[in-house]
């Protein structure tokens, strides 16, 4: 304050040099001179608060962009971690997801193969039960045919013992007439005897020839029979089974592709505007030069 005092009487003095008054002052010199002075101390304060005002607009302007800064370089290293965490997980997760699907292959390859030998031993165990059914049919046919044979040789034999009977009473009678009889009447009667064989031995040889024909039809009867049986016991014979191609190997799939972050700037902060520290000191000598040109010469004296 002593210095801008000193300073304020320097520019006083040499306001009153150059315009060659004297000392001699009068009430409303006086008054100009501290109306000067007062105007050109304000001036002089305006241009200090100016200062400090443009310090600190300064001062907050510096510690906004640092602010700002900080804050990008905070969110550069956040991004980044998360960024670095994002590919760290992708990593696990694609390897857990390729060890399950590897796991899973192996898994659906060994149940394939073992329903492929579970089907191989039921069409084995098919196989057998179907041979097994044919060996039964063959031997079901042979009993059949020889028991077909059977009768018909049981009948052949009864005919063979009939015919022999016949004969025998064809013996007897033609024995008895030839006793009996003489001339025309036994050999009618023999006559009449050999008519009555005959007739009989035909009647024995069309029954044996039927029984030998319904015992053709009864073979062949059974040769078909036994050609269904066989024919129904391979149809109901599983089909061979056939082993399914490889499950194929699970495919390890694309990587995926990671864009860096972006890098953040620090937000725009506007700088301040500088209020001038001149115009209030200009202003005020302004005015107190005005005040002083105002006051009238002769009060100076």
Not at 68 to 97: C, D, F, G, I, S
Not at 107 to 122: F, G, H, K, N, P
Not at 219 to 239: E, F, P, Q, V
Not at 261 to 266: D, E, I, V
Request: charged share 20%.
């Amino acid at each position: 304050m002593f210095e801008f005092n000193q300073k304020n009487n320097s520019l006083l003095d040499d306001q009153l040099a150059e315009s060659g008054l004297e000392m001699n002052l009068g009430p409303a010199a006086i008054g100009a001179i501290v109306g000067g002075a007062a105007s050109l101390f304000g001036g002089i304060s305006g241009s200090q608060q100016a200062a400090e005002q443009n310090a600190q607009a300064q001062a907050n302007y510096q510690a906004q962009k640092k602010a700002a800064e900080n804050q990008a370089r905070l969110t550069n290293e956040y991004n980044k971690r998360v960024h670095e965490a994002e590919k760290e997980n992708y990593k696990r997760q694609r390897e857990y997801q390729w060890q399950t699907a590897i796991r899973q292959w192996q898994y659906d390859s060994e149940i394939q193969d073992y329903q492929y030998l579970q089907t191989a031993r039921q069409y084995l165990s098919s196989v057998e039960n179907t041979e097994q059914q044919l060996i039964y049919n063959s031997v079901a046919a042979r009993e059949a045919v020889e028991q077909e044979q059977i009768s018909l040789n049981e009948i052949r034999n009864q005919t063979a013992f009939q015919e022999e009977g016949l004969l025998l009473d064809r013996l007897r009678t033609e024995g008895k007439a030839a006793l009996l009889q003489a001339g025309g009447s036994r050999s009618k009667a023999i006559q009449s005897t050999i008519a009555d064989v005959q007739r009989n031995s035909a009647i024995l040889s069309a029954s044996l020839m039927s029984a030998g024909m319904q015992s053709q039809r009864n073979l062949r009867d059974i040769a078909l029979s036994r050609y269904a049986d066989d024919l129904k016991a391979r149809n109901a014979m599983m089909i061979e089974p056939e082993r399914l191609p490889d499950i194929p190997e699970p495919l390890l799939p694309p990587e995926r592709i990671f864009v860096e972050p972006m890098q953040s700037t620090a937000a725009f902060i506007a700088a301040p505007i500088r209020q001038s520290t001149i115009a209030p000191i200009v202003q005020g000598i302004s005015a107190a030069g005005s005040m002083i040109a105002s006051v009238d010469k002769d009060s100076w004296k």
